[in-house]
């Protein structure tokens, strides 16, 4: 009870923009290359894989285009991977120009079942239900959501999902939604056996499916293609619902699916994206606030748990010993202003050094390494806190030696320099604090520092993996642990680094300031990274940031 009752309202997202109704659109996939509109306006969206097709309002006063609610019907047209993804919105007469909306949708993991305690293989079969462990890790998301806000809940008919998903519910008289589509992924004649007794009897295809899942065969099928196809449908449906703050609970791998469709990954990514039971995972899906550009949807925490997310030494069931931590600097004050930051050396204001203190005594479950971080002063200063606090920790009892943590600074590590953007701008409040817009509307004019700027991040990146592989070969520490402590743009491209992404999906995903994020080498530093979980809050207690309520700003501080 302690441990829930203190991060009740940790998993939710910084103040919501307030949104006209969104009414229940109509989607259809097709698989058309390209995106057509007699009328309408062209735009591709290569962040996130998507294109669009805004078809404007002429207003009769002086022929001014409205933003994203016409009287008449708009038609998004998102284009994914692999198909096109049609979205109808129909706005409301008395809404005002340039309103946006957006949903929310929270994806939730079942609880620990049977199988899993076993070690067998379920796939989409049901013959399992959830243990005493996963009983309680259900009502610990229940509690985590307890003061969320939802429409409507879809859940797999499994009945491993569908107790955690009444479990959660709870005492909601809002629609519950079984989906046959949200079932785990399809096994086939794996299903039901023992990992061991997989191995044993197909060899070959149990080593494809551990080491290239996306290519497996069983069967005659592709169950991870499969998997992705049917994950794309799932969001037809659930966005059709007018819902703006959705509930799905399903499983591990369509869990995967659903997250990597949303923002544009295809089925190379499966166990990238790592799901544990009931952790927690929202995305958000917003319309652009400038007229000419796309929405985007954005990853903004990827498998919370109740638990540190620096305890565990397995990603995915694989044993891990090299380990990434990246650390959002505290705020600042044009953080708290919501403006582009002016200047290198802006100190933390007082809720942003509350916010490095409790992310350093986080970081005591691990003996960090190494500490690699911006020049920025904000974040020196918050490396040099979590730095003390673990230097402090290894010598508290009277025999103890002091252990000197290295501090390193990297300019790669440095944020992007807004001075081509920012102009004029430079005091100008961004509505919403979203730099992904000003990225988003500016991109032409930003392409050779935004260049300059993936380039570097990506040596940095380099660097990183090169000292984790370096501590590897040192062979004194059994676990080696880098923490890079940095702005929201610079870590969002690190994580595109580890994923192998391009420049485009820099905003695919949001960190907020004292947040923390986790990659795991399961493989070792020379292996894929496995993001653990993204945007961590829950340690910061009562500033933490909540899910679908708005969080505590600084004047409230």
């Known amino acids: 009870m302690v441990l829930v009752a203190g991060i009740g309202s940790a998993w939710l997202d910084r103040s919501l923009i307030v949104f006209a109704s969104l009414f229940p659109p109509r989607q259809l996939f097709n698989s058309h290359n390209t995106v057509e509109d007699e009328d309408g306006v062209r735009a591709f969206n290569r962040n996130r894989g998507v294109a669009l097709t805004h078809r404007p309002r002429r207003e009769s006063n002086g022929g ?8 008449r019907r708009n038609v998004y047209e998102f284009r994914g991977t692999y198909k096109v993804l049609n979205v109808e ?8 120009a340039g ?13 620990q ?19 005493q462990k996963g ?15 939802f429409d409507v809940c879809f859940h797999s008919p499994l009945a491993r999902s569908k107790r955690t998903a009444k479990i959660i519910w709870d005492t909601r008289k809002l629609e519950m939604i079984p989906e046959h589509d949200l079932r785990e992924i399809d096994l086939y004649s ?7 007794e997989g191995k044993e009897r197909f060899g070959e295809a149990y080593r494809q499916w551990q080491k290239d899942a996306a290519n497996f065969t069983i069967d005659g099928h592709y169950p991870v293609r499969e998997l992705w196809a049917r994950a794309k449908n799932c969001w037809t449906k659930i966005l059709s619902h007018n819902g703006r703050s959705i509930l799905v609970v399903a499983h591990n791998a369509v869990n995967q699916a659903l997250v990597a469709t949303a923002i544009g990954l295809g089925p190379e990514y499966f166990r990238r994206l790592l799901q544990s039971n009931c952790g927690i995972t929202v995305l958000d899906f917003t319309p652009s606030s400038s007229f000419n550009c796309p929405p985007y949807i954005c990853l903004n925490r990827l498998n919370q748990i109740p638990n540190s997310p620096v305890t565990t030494g397995h990603s995915g069931g694989r044993k891990t010993k090299d380990r990434v931590v990246l650390v959002c600097h505290g705020t600042t004050a044009s953080i708290a202003e919501e403006r582009l930051p002016a200047s290198m050396d802006e100190p933390m204001n007082m809720l942003g050094m509350i916010q490095s203190q409790k992310t350093a005594e986080l970081l005591l479950d691990l003996s960090v390494s190494l500490i690699l971080c911006s020049p920025q002063l904000a974040a020196t200063s918050t490396a040099a806190t979590i730095g003390q606090v673990q230097e402090a920790a290894d010598c508290l009892g009277a025999d103890c030696a002091p252990r000197y943590v290295e501090i390193k600074q990297m300019q790669e590590l440095g944020d992007m320099s807004w001075e081509a953007l920012l102009g004029q701008r430079q005091k100008q409040a961004i509505q919403q604090g979203r730099w992904q817009d000003y990225l988003h509307q500016y991109f032409k004019n930003l392409g050779e520092t935004l260049s300059t700027f993936w380039s570097r991040t990506e040596e940095a990146w380099n660097v990183v993996t090169e000292h984790l592989g370096n501590l590897q070969k040192d062979g004194s520490n059994p676990e080696r642990n880098v923490v890079v402590v940095g702005p929201e743009m610079v ?17 695919s995903f949001h960190l907020d300031t004292g947040s923390i994020s986790v990659i795991d080498f399961p493989e070792g530093p020379n292996g894929r990274g496995v993001i653990r979980c993204l945007n961590y809050t829950a340690h910061l207690g009562r500033w933490s940031v909540p899910v679908t309520r708005p969080s505590m700003n600084d004047e409230e501080f």
């Not at 919105?89 to 005002?96: D, N, P, S, V």
């Not at 009983?135 to 806000?149: G, I, S, Y």
């Open 64 to 71: 001014h285009i409205s933003g994203f609610y016409p009287r």
């Open 113 to 131: 079942s049977t199988w899993n305690e076993e070690g067998r293989i379920q796939g989409s079969s049901d013959f399992s239900l959830l243990t």
């Open 190 to 196: 794996f299903q039901g056996l023992l990992k061991h």
């Open 99 to 111: 309103a946006a909306a957006t949903k929310r949708v929270v994806l939730v993991r079942h609880g």
């Open 491 to 507: 870590l969002n491209a690190i994580i595109c680094h580890c994923l192998g992404l391009e420049k485009p999906f820099i905003s």
């Open 135 to 149: 009983e309680m890790e259900a009502q610990n998301a229940r509690q985590m959501l307890l003061k969320d806000t």
């Open 89 to 96: 919105f129909e706005g409301k007469e008395e809404e005002k």
